[in-house]
């Protein structure tokens, strides 16, 4: 009886997974949705991140032959829209993100302390700090800011085992928020 209940739950959680899977960017919540690779980022390497309907939105270039690690956002037409650059010689590591004209728009950087759950912080140059929670690794993990969730990273709506979402609230930065989250995928899985 006990077992018979256990497997019809692992039926039901499957079927909610395989339903989520199938409704990214099909609920009209309004939210921006992306869909990201991960670990498919390295220096000289290109890749481009896809919309809801699995449209190219953004390239990312990988710039080689540079003294240190840069990746470049570019629109689909080849401007810049920001640069992702490490930062050597810190305590921590960290990932600056710079407007097209060289201007600080970011910085992203792993919390000191972080007991429970992987912690990390957005710096905004203009703006109130980001804070990043949850389990980095698996990609299940939300930005927010203060008490407002801004973003939302998950695998879970996807059945490939190397892609994840990235799912934006309105009127948010997007390719700031992307940024961020492919700065911190870069540092977790160095």
Not at 2 to 13: F, K, L
Not at 38 to 55: P, Y
Not at 75 to 101: T, W, Y
């Amino acid at each position: 009886m006990i077992n018979r209940a256990a497997r019809q739950g692992r039926r039901e959680d499957r079927s909610e997974e395989r339903q989520q899977d199938r409704s990214f960017g099909r609920r009209n919540s309004g939210n921006t949705r992306y869909k990201m690779r991960e670990r498919l980022v390295s220096i000289g390497d290109d890749f481009f991140i896809e919309n809801e309907a699995g449209d190219r939105v953004f390239k990312v270039d990988g710039k080689a032959l540079r003294v240190r690690e840069t990746l470049i956002f570019e629109d689909l037409h080849g401007h810049e829209l920001c640069k992702l650059q490490a930062k050597v010689l810190r305590v921590k590591d960290s990932m600056e993100i710079e407007g097209p004209n060289g201007e600080q728009l970011g910085m992203v950087k792993k919390a000191l302390i972080s007991p429970l759950r992987d912690r990390w912080v957005v710096k905004i140059g203009n703006g109130p700090d980001l804070d990043v929670q949850g389990n980095i690794l698996e990609h299940e993990y939300t930005i927010e800011e203060g008490r407002n969730k801004l973003a939302e990273v998950s695998k879970r709506w996807f059945r490939l085992s190397d892609v994840y979402g990235v799912e934006i609230e309105p009127g948010q930065q997007d390719v700031l928020i992307l940024a961020a989250t492919v700065a911190i995928d870069m540092m977790a899985h160095e």
